[in-house]
């Protein structure tokens, strides 16, 4: 599991700088004053990123549903964090009038650490589900294999 979270953990990391740097790319040129609409957008931009990662890194050796219902939880799922994260930022910035950009960044971290936290669960629970394969077919697997 150390080696899921592991793998989990970088490719969440770099999802992390595409979407608040997205965001505050988006909120300091074309969305200014949209931070709702930047973060959504941020979001799914960072969101095809971990689909990538996770599905040919983190949990290649889990693979074992059809893609297209793979793709389709794992999309739910990310929706729903999306939604958890968004609706941080929409109660600190509309509901608590916090609304600086660092309460932005804040609100928008705290997101983030809300949905990442759902993500994983769900992942290991729902889309790469299965037992994990005796072989690790993950085109960046750590080492190839004796022989």
């Known amino acids: 599991m150390w080696h899921e979270v592991a793998k989990f953990g970088l490719i ?9 740097g997205g965001m505050n790319l988006l909120t300091h040129t ?18 095809l990123f971990a689909w990538f990662g996770n599905r040919s ?11 297209h219902h793979e793709v389709t939880l794992f999309f739910v799922v990310n929706g729903l964090a999306l939604v958890i994260s968004t609706l941080c930022l929409v109660i600190s910035h ?4 916090f609304e600086s950009r660092l309460a932005d ?15 994983f669960w769900t992942y290991r629970r729902f889309v790469f589900a299965h037992e994990p394969m005796d072989v690790d077919t993950s085109p960046l697997r750590d080492e190839d294999p004796p022989g």
């Open 105 to 119: 960044n804040i609100a928008t971290v705290f997101g983030i650490g809300l949905g990442t936290l759902f993500r």
């Open 12 to 20: 969440g990391a770099i999802s992390f700088v595409i979407d608040l």
């Open 94 to 97: 509309y509901v608590l009038g």
């Open 30 to 47: 074309v969305l200014e004053g949209k931070p709702t609409t930047a973060r959504i957008l941020s979001g799914v931009a960072a969101t």
């Open 57 to 67: 890194w983190t949990f290649a050796h889990r693979r074992s549903r059809p893609v």
